[in-house]
């Protein structure tokens, strides 16, 4: 039986590495899968050591505080390659581990297949050598990525987005608002925190009150017939319900926590508050409108604003290459700003449209559907599997 070690840190990864693996089941199923993710990797079959809820931390000073954790998880996961002596590894994103743990499987002679590239277009390109040396294939699902590994003459395929057959409402427009109780000339905002705790810390209290404030100029001016504004609170799978609502208690704006059909309240929202993240490019997929909001300690940020290279940080951003979207950054993640900036576009209804008809665009630049299934026949031809 062939064996894959499959290793993601963070909810995206944990999401495009299940989508991956079920593809890769309907071509040969007598694969054995083991390694760290989430539960969509769980109900995929992978035998999980490690879970993402243990493993996603934001910025470099929280990383730092939990260095010994890594360290025991790098040596416990160097055990089970030498335990289990699998065929192939898979990594998916999360380079500040898996390029370290890349290097004990280089070690063994064991292929390694990265899926889902780290950002080596923001952070000026430093690990591409590295990647060069260790990685056999790299699965890249923006075509500007493929260009760069050419370039440095990595073996590498564009695959196009996962995103494009992920992302889709259960439900109709009217039911779901209906289901939430949106009443006529409410406006109903979505907010998207983020999938870490220290995310939610510093992210969530800013959409809140610049929800607040949104109310309070819609309130005063009575623009467009907007009355009031319902808060829908996207809850990811890594954090509790608990502990969004120890955040939710302070506020005055009516509110709704939503589980399991996220991509539902992203398209039928009107306006969406989104931290950095997949979500961004979520939310460009189905078109609404919205604006991004990040922030971080003050020290992870200042080393990451010497090493950033690119102009924006919202995928949506760079894959357009040009702003579409507003980003609210680290001291310019204030509530006023914020709610200025998103009053301003639903008050103007035609640059609102044209918002609409910019995010769609990017959707064009993703490619085709069916990148799971297309990554999947790369890993076939890699473990030489029979039937693809």
Known sequence: MKKIVVVAGETSGDLHAAGLLKELEKLNQGIQFFGMGGDRMKQAGVELYFHIRDLSFMGFWEVLKKIGFFRFVLKKMTHLLDKKKPDLAILVDYPGFNLKFAKRIKKRGIPILYYISPQIWAWGGKR??????LVDKMLVVFPFEKKIYEDAGVDVELIGHPLLDIVKSKTKTEEFRGKLGIRKNELLLGLFPGSRKQEVSKILP???EAGE???EKIRSARSGGLKSIKLGISLAPTIKKDYLEGYLASTKLDYQIIEDINYDLMEHSDFLLVKSGTSTLEAAILGTPFVLIYK?????????RGLVKIPYICLANIVAGKRIVEEFIQYRAKPELVAKAVYELLTDRD?????KERLLTVKDNLGEKGAYHRGAKIVAELLNVSGV
């Open 128 to 133: 591409i050598e590295k990647i060069k040396k």
């Open 206 to 208: 800013i959409m809140l």
């Open 213 to 215: 404030r949104l109310a």
């Open 296 to 304: 971080t300690g003050f020290l992870s940020w200042l080393v990451a």
């Open 351 to 355: 640059r609102y449209e044209k918002t």
